[in-house]
Structures are given as structure tokens and as C-alpha cells.
């Protein structure tokens, strides 16, 4: 069974910066593609950033590129989101998601697997 958990959530003031760590378990992810996605209250839960596990390749949602970056460590089976210049509107719970196929989708029903989420306030 494939486990997603995330960490690194925490408040932050705007324009600093928090590093997410998603560490996955349960099976080789090599085949797999690894997004972020996030959630603030009374708003859908919408694609953040994603990477196949495989070659690495990426995709970015606009309202984040420049400022964050995913990036991901074969040996410990993690996946980061570097987030820079935060700002109050990325304030959302962000979770983890795996798909069991290459390529990134920026829908989250094409994701198989989830984690609990991590809570991310940003304050002006």
C-alpha cells in the first residue's frame, strides 16, 4: 500500500519562504508522477506543481512559477516544494499526490494515492 506523508507546513510572514517534504513508502515510484496540490477554505483543491519521478521532468501552475520549485531524491523516496517569496493567497492546506502513471496531470482525480495534507498560513 502506497503511504504519502507530508511535512515543513508552518505560518510564515509574506515574502519568506517554507520547504514541503512529501516522503513516499509502499512501493518503487520510478513508473510514477508526484504532484502538489492545495486547498484554501471554501475553495477547490487546485494543481500546484508536478514532477515524473522517471526523468524528472516538471510542470508549474502559473500563480507559482519563479517562486516555487519541486524537486525530488530517488535514494530517500521524497519529494520536496521549495516555496519563495510566499504570499498571503498560497496560505491553503498542501498535500501530496501520486499517480501511477508518467506524465503530469494538473486535475486531482487522475492521482491515485494522497496524503493528510500540511497546513501552510502565510501573513501579511
Known amino acids: 500500500q502506497v503511504q504519502l506523508v507530508e511535512s515543513g507546513g508552518g505560518l510564515v510572514q509574506a515574502g519568506g519562504s517554507l520547504r514541503l517534504s512529501c516522503a513516499a513508502s509502499g512501493r518503487a515510484f520510478s513508473s510514477y508522477t508526484m504532484g502538489w496540490f492545495r486547498q484554501a477554505p471554501g475553495k477547490e483543491r487546485e494543481f500546484v506543481v508536478g514532477i515524473s519521478w522517471s526523468d524528472g521532468s516538471t510542470s508549474y501552475a502559473d500563480s507559482v512559477k519563479g517562486r516555487f520549485t519541486i524537486s525530488r531524491d530517488n535514494a530517500k523516496n521524497t519529494v520536496y516544494l521549495q516555496m519563495n517569496g510566499l504570499k498571503p493567497e498560497d496560505t491553503a492546506v498542501y498535500y501530496c499526490?501520486?499517480?501511477?502513471?508518467?506524465?503530469?496531470?494538473?486535475?486531482?482525480?487522475?492521482?491515485?494515492?494522497w496524503g493528510p495534507g500540511t497546513q501552510v498560513t502565510v501573513s501579511s
Open positions: 499526490a501520486a499517480r501511477r502513471f508518467i506524465g503530469v496531470v494538473t486535475t486531482p482525480r487522475p492521482y491515485n494515492y
